[in-house]
């Protein structure tokens, strides 16, 4: 039996298992803390610290999503502080990539497009890099656009945990970083691929999407990800 | 434990070493940085056959071999130049200018740093200390390490090997 632990978000007592995690719990009670990395059933990698949240005498931030509740702790999701740094960390990753949402096919339906609304972010401070990143549309059905890809790695993990093919990785280090099927082949090429398009379903942008899909007409289904998840038993992520 | 059923991608004798290793680890997938480690000393590079064959022989996927073996700067995926030239680029080098030396040879040679030139005569490469800072700003020429090198100096020591 798992321990419960009382403490508090934003002044507010809420309660949760000890093994659950600041985002868990506020999400549990309608209170929003932003996220882009953090997809429900994937295991959490707290790496694109929109989740960053306050703790009373911790002298760090912490990320909301891999931080076990404590009892007694007080939490607090939202300061100026706060606030800025999740804007600028959203400015970032618009000016990493090419993210031009006029034409794209995810527009409208646009994970980055809503934080960055959400946000408040309506220019940048820092100017663009403008990389000129390779399109791979050789896979029959799907393409992969890494100039609108924010490296969240939902689609690596997605493909390793829940269909089990590991098609996805990451290569490279810093800001040359990007994601790879197989041994950065062709996606169309891979031998570990099973085409099932799980990794395109979970793609917070429109950097995995179908082909075929023109200007703001990619919507993604995700109605699969917690069905999956609760058949191989670990409903809550890790 | 498990072992392995995989044929080495060919008759090499370096592949015994690289059996070796994986042996010795008893193929655990854990045990892929050890076994990268190997095939970069015996070979000098990682060529996709190697990556490939230590991937099955592991069972570790592909992506991750690929991931691991672009993410750490002792591997590489290329042969190595004929010759060598490492710049250094600690903080003392840094500030005695260790960049403008960089950068002079990287544009002269048209690579960039960890790049070989197409012809695989020289590879530009930059490391974080030689542990010679009294020297600064020193460079790598093959096996020999300069002090105080200025741009000029580096260009006129390099200019043959491009």
């Known amino acids: ?238 | 434990m498990r072992s392995a059923t995989l044929a080495p991608p060919s008759e090499d004798k370096r592949w015994r070493l690289v059996d070796a290793t994986m042996r010795r680890h008893g193929h655990s997938p854990n045990a892929l940085i050890e076994t990268l480690h190997t095939v970069q000393e015996s070979f000098g590079y990682l060529e996709d056959d190697a990556l490939r064959y230590v991937a099955k022989s592991l069972h570790v996927p592909m992506s991750r071999v690929y991931g691991v073996a672009t993410f750490y700067y002792f591997f590489s995926l290329k042969p190595a130049g004929e010759h060598r030239c490492v710049v250094c680029l600690g903080t003392a080098c840094y500030i005695k200018g260790g960049k403008a030396i960089l950068d002079t040879i990287s544009e002269m040679a048209g690579i960039k740093p960890g790049q070989t030139t197409p012809d695989g005569r020289l590879s530009l490469l930059t490391v974080r200390c030689v542990g010679s800072c009294g020297l600064a700003p020193a460079v790598v020429f093959d096996d020999e390490v300069k002090g105080r090198v200025t741009p000029p100096e580096a260009i006129d020591r390099v200019k043959d090997w491009f």
């Open chain 1, 1 to 238: 039996m798992a321990t419960v632990k009382t403490f508090k978000i934003n002044d507010e007592d809420v309660s949760g298992r000890e093994d659950e995690t600041i985002l868990q719990i506020a999400r549990e009670n309608d209170i929003f803390i932003p996220t882009l990395c953090n997809m429900e059933g994937l295991s959490s990698v707290g790496s694109c610290r929109l989740c960053l949240v306050e703790v009373k005498g911790w002298t760090k931030l912490a990320t909301a999503c891999v931080t076990k509740i404590q009892e007694g702790m007080e939490v607090y999701t939202d300061s100026e502080r706060l606030r800025e740094y999740r804007r600028m960390i959203v400015e970032l990753l618009f000016s990493e990539g090419n993210h031009i949402c006029a034409v794209c096919v995810s527009n409208g339906r646009c994970e980055l497009q809503d934080m960055a609304q959400i946000l408040g972010m309506n220019h940048l401070v820092v100017p663009y890099r403008r990389p000129n990143l390779k399109i791979d549309a050789s896979h029959e059905r799907f393409i992969n656009d890494q100039n609108r890809c924010i490296l969240c790695t939902r689609c690596v993990r997605v493909c390793d945990e829940i269909e089990g093919a590991h098609t996805w990785d990451v290569m490279g280090r810093g800001i040359e970083a990007t994601v790879i099927t197989d041994l950065n082949e062709p996606w169309g090429a891979s031998q570990s691929c099973t085409t099932c398009g799980k990794c395109v379903q979970v793609c917070p942008t429109g950097a995995l999407f179908e082909k075929g899909k023109s200007v703001a007409e990619m919507s993604k289904k995700r109605e699969f990800l917690p069905y999956l998840t609760s058949m191989r038993g670990n409903g809550k992520a890790k």
